[in-house]
């Protein structure tokens, strides 16, 4: 158990269903962060949150929408998806910055996303 | 931007034998910190070694180790002692001193081979 719990493990949704990531850490961190990982090209940052601020949003489409109620959860909302964004979701989290920096960041074990 | 490059898209090695896993990465920052993950079939990804930048000293733990040449921005990583369990990808990760981005490699694959 790394500290880090994405919840639902395997995903499997059509294009016009609406679904919701979770991610919930245990570490006292106050960063949180999503990645986006597909094949063959390297993970991809899309969303940063410091203190439950949205700090970074990396040109990610409007059919991702995150959440972050308080420090400890983190939400990635779905809707209208397509399936090219069919991908492993990982979210990590980290102290803020240079201890953020420092010790890297503590990731969950991803939820693998299918869009059909 | 930084940017991180692994150019072994895939690599092999016997078990008790040791490889090295190439990254070289390009940035105009002088202070930050490199890292090494590990992401096994199970997909999390795990912290093998991290290297500050400021320390010229190369960074070890047990059978992993990293040759660090900041001038030339490279950082590979050395197995020593191979096993079985080491198969999985590799990603080198690199991250500023504000700490708010780290960023990736395309990744290794390494099989442990008996």
């Known amino acids: 158990?790394?500290?880090v719990t994405q919840t639902p493990r395997h995903l499997v949704m059509g294009m016009t269903n609406k679904k919701s990531l979770k991610c919930e850490q245990h570490l006292g961190h106050n960063?949180?962060?999503?990645?986006?990982?597909?094949?063959?090209?390297?993970?991809?940052?899309?969303?940063?949150y410091n203190f439950k601020e949205q700090?970074?949003?990396?040109?990610?489409?409007?059919?991702?929408?995150?959440?972050?109620?308080?420090?400890?959860?983190?939400?990635?909302?779905?809707?209208?998806?397509?399936?090219e964004d069919s991908a492993l979701y990982l979210c990590a989290s980290s102290q803020d910055g240079a201890q953020?920096?420092?010790?890297?960041?503590?990731?969950?074990?991803?939820?693998?996303?299918?869009?059909? | 931007a930084q940017t991180v490059t692994q150019s072994q898209p895939e690599m092999s090695v016997q078990e008790a034998e040791t490889v090295t896993l190439s990254c070289t990465y390009d940035t105009s920052e002088s202070n930050y910190y490199l890292f090494w993950y590990k992401q096994p079939p199970?997909?999390?990804?795990?912290?093998?070694?991290?290297?500050?930048?400021?320390?010229?000293?190369?960074?070890?733990?047990?059978?992993?180790?990293?040759?660090?040449?900041?001038?030339?921005?490279?950082?590979?990583?050395?197995?020593?002692?191979?096993?079985?369990g080491d198969t999985a990808m590799y990603f080198c990760a690199f991250i500023n001193n504000a700490g708010n981005m780290l960023t990736f490699g395309g990744g290794t694959r390494l099989m442990v081979k008996p």
């Not at chain 1, 890297?104 to 059909?116: E, I, K, N």
């Not at chain 2, 991290?50 to 070890?60: G, L, S």
């Not at chain 2, 040449?69 to 590979?76: G, I, P, T, V």
């Open chain 1, 55 to 83: 700090t970074e949003n990396n040109s990610v489409p409007s059919r991702f929408s995150p959440e972050c109620p308080n420090s400890s959860h983190l939400f990635l909302h779905l809707h209208t998806l397509q399936p």
């Open chain 1, 31 to 48: 960063a949180m962060y999503w990645y986006k990982q597909s094949a063959k090209k390297p993970l991809e940052l899309m969303f940063v």
């Open chain 2, 42 to 84: 199970s997909r999390q990804m795990i912290l093998v070694i991290r290297q500050e930048a400021y320390k010229q000293q190369n960074a070890t733990e047990n059978r992993f180790s990293v040759n660090f040449q900041k001038a030339a921005k490279s950082f590979s990583l050395k197995i020593s002692d191979s096993q079985l």
């Open chain 1, 1 to 3: 158990e790394t500290g």
């Open chain 1, 100 to 116: 953020g920096a420092n010790y890297g960041y503590t990731f969950g074990s991803g939820t693998r996303l299918t869009v059909v």
